[in-house]
């Protein structure tokens, strides 16, 4: 699985080395390692591409979305998440912004909702 935030022209990959990928590590979730050092790349559809998660957590910080641009790009359909319809969209402030314990307890609520009833092999 895979989480990142999504602005106008960008899209950042939260890795096992930030914090909100290491509580859904801490999970019990397959989260991907740092990409060339970056904790928290900057990545294209083409990158996102490669990882090719089976599932998508995406927080969107605006209205206009990179993310809701690539799901017109054809491109985007060859993504594991999409054509498994497992793309969600969370909460940027709680995901992305927040810390502690309440907002590590917040994500692994929002986590249990998506995830509902779905085989934990099929969520990694």
Do not use: C
């Amino acid at each position: 699985m895979a989480f990142g935030t999504s602005r106008e022209q960008l899209f950042n990959l939260h890795t096992q080395e930030t914090w909100t990928g290491s509580v859904l590590a801490s999970l019990g979730l397959n989260v991907p390692a740092a990409m060339a050092g970056a904790s928290m790349p900057s990545i294209g559809l083409e990158q996102l591409l490669a990882v090719n998660p089976a599932w998508l957590l995406v927080a969107h910080y605006r209205e206009e979305s990179i993310v809701k641009r690539w799901q017109q790009d054809p491109l985007w359909q060859i993504l594991t998440a999409a054509q498994k319809q497992q793309v969600a969209s969370v909460d940027s402030n709680a995901w992305a912004r927040m810390r502690g314990i309440f907002a590590a307890e917040r994500i692994a609520a929002d986590t249990v909702k998506i995830f509902h009833h779905q085989p934990l092999t099929d969520v990694k």
